[in-house]
């Protein structure tokens, strides 16, 4: 795979990445400061925080401005996703140690598949390719 | 490497990797990012492990000692390799210039298309290239042209010249190497060397230090290079073949004057003071003929010796500008009118029937070339025997086939005259003599090649290859006959 098509694999997962973000981003928000009933079986935990509403949306929409920035090969853009996927990953990891401790085997699955989702997309941003090249080292 | 030196007094260097710079601090902020997110999914999925080996989930929240240093360990196992990985990723997207890689090709293409001088244009292309991919040490060495390779060993000698490069060494001087470089190598940093070469000639080498010690450059960096290290071949060989044709006019020019002088001092010296004995010689026959009519016939006969004397002036005048042997026998029959065919070499000389027409400075330079060579088997070699092939060639687009699978020059026809003898060869300590030098200098003249060499065995070998122009319309002859 070439670089142009990894860099557009990566920044249609980002997509799909940052849509679900907004998504979950705008269900906070919508929800107002009161923020989300919890998690059932984890009601000591509590809801999601109003401020983490504003962070995943401030995460998702950095996420389609990397993305944009991958399918047209900027370094920027390159930048922006790496960010924006680490931050997403450890989140997402979070998320499923929460997951486990709970029992929420649908909400482990899918924080699983966010995790491995956003360390793909770092992998092929940062993934470089071993083609031969036509130089030799000397020193 | 040795023998490169920074061009200028350092104001020209591209940016120095410095300690606090823009992309130092992307670079390793988003390394520390990374290596920090890393090592929380570690962490994360050590507890997640933990609390699935414990059974008792709500314990994550507090997890044991045990739990952490189990984290702590995976952690500290894998950092290194996952850290060396994502540097090299890192770096590639900080430094290299994966945004519009061939915007860089662009421009340097543009530079070399206004190339007057290598001088001032390699150096600004040196320059450019090590600020766009942010290389410390970037290094273009022009090879050196006109070479003449001397063996090493007595037994042979091998003299390549390629007349259409280099010319000889009497009119043109060899060009020396050229280095030009911008910033110095970073200590322990590769260095990444792409030759130049264009048509397999070598025209130099482009050299890349590396961005970090132990760390070489990007396949993409190096491919990217390589792209340039490509155009830089064409620019290089166009302006080699400028300075080449340039050369080649004023030798022409130049040697167009010195046969003008040459017949000038000719006419003037030879035939001008004949001419003026005759006027002389016929002023006193006049006045001598009626009263001294003896006196008159011995002066008629010193007259009439006089007239064959300025006749073969003249004859020797018509055949230094073009040998009458040519229109007379051929270039086939003018070869073979070049040795005696009862002397002590045995001559074989071969040559396609009939033989097509040639141009006139073609065939003019193959007898000469040929009359040298055959000379110098005759003085020189000790030969017994030798042997002659005129050989025309096509260009390789008509499927025309020659014995030694050779095909014209750049694309045109050529007329291949190759004098081989089984004599002693040629000395490994041999000076090249005037009449070599004559023979290389018609062979460049019409952009051709001439190579003297040693046959492995016995003997030597001259071979001249003549690309041959195709004559204009309305000048064509026909393939001569005797």
């Known amino acids: 795979m070439n670089a142009v098509k990894r860099f557009r694999l990566a920044a249609a997962l980002l997509v799909l990445s940052a849509v679900g973000g907004v998504l979950s981003a705008v269900r906070i928000l919508a929800a107002g400061s009161a923020g989300l009933p919890p998690v059932q079986g984890a009601e000591e935990m509590g809801g999601p925080p109003f401020w983490a509403g504003l962070m995943f949306f401030a995460l998702a929409v950095a996420g389609l401005f990397g993305a944009y920035g991958l399918w047209k090969g900027q370094r920027w853009g390159k930048v922006v996703a790496i960010v924006a996927c680490t931050v997403n990953a450890v989140f997402a990891a979070g998320d499923v140690l929460g997951a486990v401790m709970v029992g929420s085997l649908p909400m482990g699955v899918l924080m699983t598949t966010s995790v491995l989702g956003h360390l793909l997309v770092i992998g092929l941003v940062l993934w470089r390719e071993r083609a031969a090249a036509p130089a030799t080292v000397v020193a | 490497m040795s023998g490169a030196r920074p061009s200028g007094d350092g104001s020209d260097l591209p940016p120095a990797p410095q300690r606090w710079d823009s992309d130092a601090l992307l670079s390793g902020g988003l390394l520390a990012g990374l290596l920090t997110g890393y090592a929380a999914l570690v962490y994360i999925a050590a507890l997640i492990a933990g609390t ?5 989930p709500q314990d994550a929240a507090r997890p044991p000692l045990w739990l952490n240093l189990s984290a702590l360990a995976a952690v500290a196992a894998t950092i290194l390799p996952v850290a060396r990985w994502l540097r090299e990723g890192v770096h590639d997207i900080v430094y290299a210039q994966h945004d519009d890689p061939y915007a860089l090709i662009g421009k340097v293409n543009a530079a070399l298309q206004h190339m007057v001088k290598e001088q001032t244009t390699l150096p600004a292309v ?3 290239v090590a600020a766009d ?5 970037v290094v273009i060495e022009t090879a050196a042209r006109g070479r003449a390779a001397r063996p090493a060993t007595n037994a042979s000698i091998d003299v390549a010249i390629d007349a259409t490069r280099a010319t000889s060494p009497a009119t043109t001087p060899a060009t020396t190497p050229a280095t030009v470089a911008v910033g110095r190598p970073l200590a322990g940093a590769p260095l990444h060397r792409i030759p130049i070469t264009y048509l397999d000639r070598p025209m130099g080498t482009l050299l890349a230090g590396a961005r970090a010690a132990g760390r070489s450059l990007s396949p993409r960096d190096q491919s990217l290079l390589g792209d340039i290290a ?3 071949a064409i620019a290089l060989y166009a302006a080699q073949l400028t300075q080449d044709v340039r050369a080649s006019r004023e030798r022409i020019v130049a040697a167009r004057e010195e046969e003008r002088r040459r017949i000038r001092n000719d006419l003037h010296d030879g035939l001008a003071p004949t001419l003026s ?12 003929m009626r009263d001294q ?3 008159a016939e011995r002066i008629a006969d010193d007259l009439r010796t006089s007239l064959q004397g300025a006749t073969s002036e003249i004859r020797r005048l018509v055949h230094d500008l073009r040998p ?9 029959g003018a070869v073979r009118q070049l040795y005696d065919e009862e002397g002590d070499i045995a001559f074989d000389v071969r040559a396609p029937d009939p033989m097509p027409a040639l141009p006139a400075a073609v065939e003019v330079a193959a007898y000469r070339i040929a009359g040298e060579a055959i000379h110098n088997v005759i003085r020189h070699s000790g030969a017994k025997r030798c042997w002659v092939r005129i050989d025309v060639g096509g260009d390789g687009s008509d499927g025309s086939d020659r014995s030694d699978g050779t095909d014209g020059i750049d694309g045109v026809g050529d007329l291949r005259i190759e004098v081989r003898d089984d004599g002693t060869g040629f000395p490994a300590d041999r000076p090249i003599g005037v009449g ?5 200098e018609r062979a460049a003249e019409l952009g051709g090649t001439l190579v003297l060499e040693n046959v492995a065995g016995a003997g030597a070998r001259v071979v001249a290859r003549l690309p041959i122009v195709p004559l204009r319309p309305g000048t064509e002859r026909e393939p001569w006959s005797p």
């Open chain 2, 293 to 295: 009519p003896d006196k």
């Open chain 2, 436 to 440: 070599t030098v004559s023979m290389m």
């Open chain 2, 324 to 332: 009458p042997m040519l229109d007379a026998f051929g270039l086939v």
């Open chain 2, 133 to 137: 991919l942010r290389l410390p040490y």
């Open chain 2, 230 to 232: 490509r155009q830089l």
């Open chain 2, 126 to 128: 040196v320059r450019m």
């Open chain 2, 52 to 56: 699935w080996l414990m059974d008792q």
């Open chain 2, 277 to 288: 004995s005759l006027q002389l010689q016929l002023g006193a026959i006049q006045r001598l």
